[in-house]
């Protein structure tokens, strides 16, 4: 599993655990129906959203079976749990226009402009996650055929293409600004790096797509997925196959491709003008 899912996976039973620990409960022969469901009511109390109540009965669930499959107890209490129901909900897309604004939003006020576009650029031309693009190496950059190689969830590498402004962006990027930053002997290899040539982490990207996207007048809600989501929408709208963006995103189902069916509706308009008698 992809390390963020760890984390997360971790933090969840270490809460659950320090719940058990506060009612005085020290062995898991001790968790019953009735405790759980205590817990279940506790995290409504505290106004989680339902996916974040899903995914931790989900860590509980995943450790109660290897429990039982060690030995530990006979049989997992917790598969008695029904996670809430979820609302499927439409991804936030930016319009072409809008990401154009935000491309060009790094100026000269800013600490390293050609970073920032440069990484902008590299998230929309390819709709790769934020991790993913943190994770690029200079090695991965083939900036003379336009693609690069990133590594993404379950550590499966593909190949992402670049687009002509990312291709420009990046190499003012390398030419200007990166090698002030990669002064240091030891600086990374990665392809984006902080002023003491270390890598971006991932907050940090999703604070300089806050800040830029601030800066155009963007809603609050926008963060580094919305340009993945904006990449998907639009390859769709310009007539890309559902399959080929599945590969282009990474994705291991179909299914969670689909969404974006949901969300571009151009081409469907376009067919029901045409098509219907009365279009």
Known sequence: MATNTILAYRNDLQQFLDWLRDRRISSVGDIDLPLLTDYLQMMRDRGLAASTVSRRLVSLKMYFRFLVLEGIITESTVELMQSPKLWQYLPTVLSPDTVDRLLAAPCHVDSYPLRDRALLTVMYATGCRASEVTGLRLKDVRLDELFCRCVGK??????????????????????????????????????????????????????????????????????PHTLRHSFATHMLAGGAEIRALQEMLGHASIRTTQIYTQVEHSRLKAIHAACHPRG
């Open 154 to 223: 379950g550590n499966k590498e593909r190949i992402v293409s670049l687009n002509p402004v990312a291709q420009s962006a990046i190499e003012a990027y390398l030419r200007h600004e990166r090698p002030a930053l990669a002064r240091r002997d030891d600086a990374d290899e990665t392809l984006f790096i902080t002023r003491t040539g270390n890598p971006l982490t991932r907050t940090t990207v999703w604070e300089l797509v806050k800040k830029y996207a601030a800066r155009i007048g963007c809603s609050q809600q926008i963060s």
